[in-house]
């Protein structure tokens, strides 16, 4: 079962900036579309951004959309998420999450998604 692992979540003033990072722990994340998806509290998870395997097509959602890239290094296993000019809304706990595609297509269903992390915190500060 493929493990998803998060970093980057922290807090930070609106206004500012971070840079989420996913890398897999059994097998390359070169094989997966991956994706963004976020969840404040007591509210639905929300898509927020993916890429496919090839890094060459991405999706975004309309609230993050000029503001928030995303990316991948397929040379050193990882894909990123960075955050520019925050807003106290973007405040939620991010999670990485992938699955099996071909080489061109980006997955934008929440539910497509097959492999998970376990999230990180993103407190963004009014």
């Known amino acids: 079962q493929e493990q998803l692992v998060e970093s980057g979540g922290g807090l930070v003033q609106a206004g500012g900036s971070l840079r989420l990072s996913c890398a897999a722990s059994?097998?390359?994340?070169?094989?997966?579309?991956v994706g963004w998806i976020r969840q404040a509290p007591g509210k639905e998870r929300e898509f927020v951004a993916a890429i496919s395997r090839s890094g060459g097509s991405t999706h975004y959602a309309d609230s993050v959309k000029g503001r928030f890239t995303i990316s991948r290094d397929n040379a050193k296993e990882l894909v990123y998420l960075q955050m520019n000019n925050l807003k106290p809304e973007d405040t939620a706990t991010y999670f990485c999450?992938?699955?099996?595609?071909?080489?061109?297509?980006?997955?934008?269903?929440?539910?497509?998604?097959?492999?998970w992390g376990q999230g990180t915190q993103v407190t963004v500060a009014a």
């Open positions: 059994e097998h390359s994340l070169s094989a997966y579309a």
């Open positions: 999450a992938a699955a099996i595609r071909l080489l061109t297509v980006v997955v934008t269903t929440i539910e497509d998604f097959e492999y």
